[in-house]
């Protein structure tokens, strides 16, 4: 009689499991968006005139994009590719003039701001140079590699 009774409480005992009692799926959570920074100075381009750098972020995100610049030597940055637009887009860009305000001709940094409109990995290929017709071009370049997760 035991051997009944327990040979017939192991499958009420199991019942749960085998029906998946407990194992209800969990929410994914949201990602929690996150910023990756690129920050190069002038005179990190004057070392390397050509620079590639890699990024993550995710999905939602940003990246910044910090690059030493000069407007009144008559050079500025110009974004002239971005690779899988689908992936990033620029959101905004502005000019930090130089902090030690006392000194004439004295460079600052342009500011980008991209945000992420998906996940996959885009390029963002960025030049240093006058951009006026005749002007020198290329004087600096950078290739931002973003890998949004």
């Given at each position: 009689m035991k051997k009944l009774f327990i040979f017939g409480l192991v499958p009420i005992l199991l019942l749960p499991l085998l029906l998946g009692c407990g194992s209800e799926k969990e929410a994914s959570p949201t990602p929690t968006p996150s910023t990756g920074t690129v920050e190069i100075t002038l005179d990190e381009f004057a070392a390397q005139n050509d620079?590639?750098?890699y990024v993550?972020?995710?999905?939602p995100g940003t990246v910044t994009v910090r690059l030493g610049s000069n407007p009144s030597t008559g050079?500025?940055?110009i974004?002239?590719?971005?690779v899988h637009p689908e992936v990033i887009e620029e959101v905004s860009t502005d000019y930090e003039g130089p902090t030690a305000t006392?000194?004439?001709g004295a460079g600052g940094t342009d500011v980008w701001i991209f945000n992420t409109k998906d996940t996959g990995l885009a390029i963002v290929r960025m030049s240093y140079g006058q951009q006026w017709a005749g002007g020198e071009k290329d004087l600096y370049t950078i290739s931002v590699?973003?890998?949004?997760?």
């Open positions: 620079i590639l750098k993550e972020s995710t999905y050079y500025s940055w974004i002239t590719e971005i006392n000194i004439v590699n973003v890998n949004v997760r």
